[in-house]
């Protein structure tokens, strides 16, 4: 071989940086870490893999549909959340590290191991949210949160009542058009696209940040009369303006278009939901994290999402979120209103 020929690593310009490699170069980082977190994120992404293709098989195995049950909010449960469910609490349930685990679709929490046992960690998780979605093949996805389990305190349901600003990790995966895993642990955001013909997520973002300047807005405008006049004012005022609207009804697609894109999405409170529709613990507090992390606000009302103190694990909240500019056009409006 003539020295001006490349040698043969240079001509692989694949992006080899796999979601495991990132989190033991980030671990490596920190000398006291023990590498529990590394499982809970094996494990995360083993439940996400094993998703994704039962999501894009679904109509296949004909597990779409309704299971025949309500879930604890008197939701009709699909198939394919009872089927996610388990996935992940079979994948984080074999994690030493993990203390308690709790799922939109069950009622209580599930304790595992105490302190004294090793449990570390509380994992709470929307296995599947928009799965009502799945019918028509619209992405579908899965949030997840990290909290630190107070050794000490031995009532599981009283241990997962944190504040979302004591999460020690969280993120979502989307099972869209490619399968995308976001996730945070306070130092900024990362972005993960399941390489399929390998079997690994290949990081293709680090420090992600939201952008500015974007007058998109997501909201379901059917439930308009419902809304309060703050929120009416802000969409009498977006009509007037040359603002988009995108609201596909998955709260994980939703959130990953305004984190990539900017703009702002809402799910205010409504007479059906006067508290608002979406979960505190598991859907509102790990969007917000990584939408703060990415330089963007989270709201409840007047109130920032991840400083109020929760009270039950499957506690509504509404939620504002996105870039801070578009915000802010909302907040002025609320605080107006009282
Ligand atoms: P889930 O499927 O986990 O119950 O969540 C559905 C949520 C969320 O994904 C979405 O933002 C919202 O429901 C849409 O609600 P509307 O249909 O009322 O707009
Ligand atoms: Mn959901
Ligand atoms: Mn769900």
Redesign the pocket.
Known sequence: MSTSEPREHELVRDNLMSLQSHVLAEEAQHPSATGDFSWIMSAISLAGKTIANKVRRARLNDVLGLHGDQNV?G?RQQKM?VIANEIIMRCLGDRASVAVLAS?EDEEPTILRRGNEGGKYCILF?P?????NLNTSVG?GTIFTVLRNDPVILDASKTICQPGIQQAAAGYILYGSSTVLVVTTGHGVDMFVLDQSIGSFLRVKQGLKIPTGNNTYSI?EA?RAAFSPGYQSYLDMVHTKPYTSR?I????A?VHRTLLEGGIFI?PPTQKHPDG??RLLY?ANPMAFIIEQAGGVAYSGLQRTMEIVPEQLHQRVPVTLGSPDQVELLQDRLRAEG
Do not use: Q, R
């Not at 009804?249 to 994980?252: E, H, T």
């Open positions: 909010h939701e959340d939109e929307d599947l949210d928009g799965s009502s579908v379901n439930y609201y009804g998955s709260m994980v939703d799910y529709k979406l859907e």
